[in-house]
């Protein structure tokens, strides 16, 4: 077994190769191409870059967490065989660097979440922590805020400044229809995601006419929004089938 440490890249991580190599046992880092939009390709000489400068350390790049998978992939849109192809080209680089282990996730909107980026240790270190309390208390709305405050100057996956723009214009774009009729599909969010299950609840009773549609094996739980809901337990794809006969 081989002792690693996840390392955010020399630009944002407040943590220095040099540290870490201090760490009896620790022989590798886990780190990524911090610069990288989802959905790009790796360029093989930003990859070497990397792991030059982990070995220049003395450490191993032991692997990659994560090669970020672009939105079109995960809701399946036209686009997605571009990004696929992308994907498996930045996964072939990797593997010509010698770099064969490679963690994904296919988190919707946000990536890992935390209540705490820093919580004190009795014995003076810090770590990371989660509260479902704390999660279920908090307004979506300021969620990033509170953790944008929390993160030390560093940038953390899933939580990019350009993603949490995408947020804004979504709040922008329900009160535009918050008149209309609107449908919000829960495709696939486990019963304990309070962040997102709020925040489309949240959504939910701001508009006057909704319809909040739960896809999901055997956890398809009513959301706490005042509107009509469709419980569906079983695979999505039958319904969207019989959604495209119905509306061409």
Not at 25 to 47: C, F, N, R
Not at 81 to 95: A, D, F, M, S, V
Request: net charge negative; hydrophobic share 40%; aromatic share 8%.
């Amino acid at each position: 077994m081989q002792m690693t440490l996840r390392w955010y890249g020399s630009k944002y991580d407040t943590v220095t190769l040099k540290q870490i190599r201090q760490i009896p046992g620790v022989t590798g880092v886990i780190s990524t191409l911090y610069g990288t939009a989802p959905g790009e390709v790796w360029e093989m000489d930003d990859i070497l870059a990397l792991k030059t400068e982990i070995e220049a350390a003395g450490l191993q790049l032991a692997g990659i967490e994560s090669v970020n998978i672009h939105d079109a992939i995960k809701i399946g849109s036209p686009d997605r065989e571009q990004y696929i192809e992308n994907y498996i080209t930045t996964l072939e680089r990797l593997g010509q660097a010698g770099i064969h282990m490679v963690c994904y996730n296919f988190m919707p909107v946000f990536d890992w979440t935390r209540t705490e980026l820093a919580r004190m240790r009795p014995d003076g270190s810090t770590v990371l922590a989660y509260n479902q309390a704390a999660v279920d208390a908090i307004d979506p709305a300021k969620m990033f805020e509170s953790i944008a405050g929390d993160m030390n100057g560093t940038v953390m996956p899933g939580w990019e400044p350009e993603r949490m723009a995408q947020l804004d214009e979504l709040a922008r774009l329900v009160q535009a229809h918050r008149n209309g009729r609107v449908a919000i599909l829960e495709l696939g969010v486990g019963l304990h995601n309070g962040v997102i299950k709020r925040m489309l609840a949240q959504i939910a009773n701001a508009c006057e006419h909704t319809t909040y549609i739960v896809f999901n094996y055997g956890q398809a739980m009513a959301p706490d929004a005042s509107c009509e809901t469709i419980l569906v337990d079983g695979d999505m794809a039958p319904a969207f089938e019989e959604i495209a006969r119905c509306h061409p």
